[in-house]
């Protein structure tokens, strides 16, 4: 099978990295790459730069991105582009680096944004508008940001907090029924969560926090977490596949921070070995944006069109373990039993995750990590 054609870019800003090593008790390991939004992508990497030729396109994305090398193939026969991918890292990590090197794009198009972050790189002027005609266009339409046509929505799925069944069941510890519980001093030393300055779903669970225990609550219950030897890592990946103690990765943490539809993964021989708790839910929204000042903006344009065709939608679900926009596209039939989203998951509009995002992960910070 042909690998993704990978392309290195520069260390994160020391300012960024700053932000990324956060661990309440130890350092934290090196990346690996996997599923739930970050599903395994058989890369290499190069020295190669974006390129202004018009046959080739650049797509800039985090490093959870996966698509079958077969869609990928179809689209480039198709398209006549020859795509190469850019990887900084984690979301917050991508969108860092999108802001700093707005004025020499790093490719010609974007994914991987999510609701959390959108709104940053908006207002940096980031992006250029761009109105999909693709068949799924209409879907993507109903996750819209309020006032832009910078972003096309491709995917989504709800941030929460994951358990161990297994290790619960062993313990004869309860399974903490919703956020508070996992206050109490009885649940110490079991959870581990990602830094929400540089990881998506880490700012996800933050802004599921503030809107479970508002302005006056949200501060006492980190500190209450932290109390409780909470465990913080720089990325999901980290927090997934190292820290977890379901039986395909076998570390220390019970509780971790994943998605509502990561425990169909963790199958084994027909019985769920991890579920979600469906009341810790955050619900996250991934796009696609082409990047302003690309150097082939028509291809960039081209990949949007081609993640809402119904080839890419369909490869989604099984690739990113994220849900397709597209209405169209049926979800495996186990989702149904092992990834049910949540009935009313925490919201965000934008304008409010803008406007106290920085002061809210400044403060969390000073609780958790300073």
Not at 34 to 55: F, K, R
Not at 75 to 96: K, R, Y
Not at 97 to 120: E, Y
Request: charged content about 20%; overall charge negative.
């Amino acid at each position: 099978m042909r690998a993704l054609r990978t392309t290195a870019i520069l260390a994160v800003a020391t300012s960024t990295l700053a932000l990324a090593a956060c661990s309440s008790d130890d350092g934290d390991a090196a990346e690996p790459t996997g599923q739930p939004s970050d599903a395994p992508t058989d890369s290499s990497s190069s020295s190669e730069s974006p390129s202004a030729d018009a046959s080739a396109v650049t797509v800039v994305t985090h490093d959870s991105f996966a698509v079958p090398d077969d869609v990928l193939a179809a689209f480039e026969e198709e398209s006549g582009l020859e795509v190469t991918f850019v990887q900084p890292g984690d979301a917050g990590v991508l969108v860092n680096q999108l802001i700093l090197t707005k004025d020499a794009p790093l490719g010609d198009v974007v994914f991987g944004v999510d609701n959390t972050f959108a709104s940053r790189a908006i207002d940096e002027g980031v992006f250029a508008d761009y109105e999909s005609g693709a068949p799924a266009a209409s879907d993507a339409s109903e996750y819209a940001v309020a006032g832009s046509q910078a972003l096309t929505a491709i995917d989504y799925s709800d941030v929460c907090l994951n358990y161990d069944i297994g290790w619960f069941e062993e313990s004869g510890l309860e399974v903490p029924a919703g956020l508070g519980f996992l206050a109490d001093p009885q649940y110490n030393g079991v959870m581990s969560v990602t830094n929400p300055a540089t990881s998506s779903p880490g700012l996800a669970f933050l802004l599921a926090t503030v809107s479970e225990f508002g302005e006056d609550g949200w501060e006492d219950y980190w500190r209450a977490l932290t109390d409780n030897d909470l465990r913080v890592t720089s990325s999901w990946s980290d927090t997934y596949f190292v820290d977890f103690s379901a039986p395909n990765y076998g570390g220390d943490y019970p509780v971790v921070l994943s998605y509502a539809s990561s425990p169909p993964s963790e199958v084994i021989d027909g019985e769920p070995t991890t579920a979600a708790l469906l009341d810790t839910c955050f619900r996250q929204v991934e796009y696609a944006g082409v990047l302003e000042g690309a150097a082939n903006p028509e291809g960039g344009q081209a990949v949007v069109d081609w993640m809402l065709s119904d080839e890419f939608q369909a490869s989604v679900p099984e690739n990113m373990y994220v849900y397709p926009v597209s209405t169209q596209v049926e979800v495996p039939a186990e989702w149904a039993e092992f990834a049910p989203l949540a009935d009313d998951p925490h919201t965000m509009d934008p304008e409010t995750i803008s406007a106290n995002r920085d002061a809210w992960i400044d403060a969390w910070t000073a609780i958790v990590i300073d």
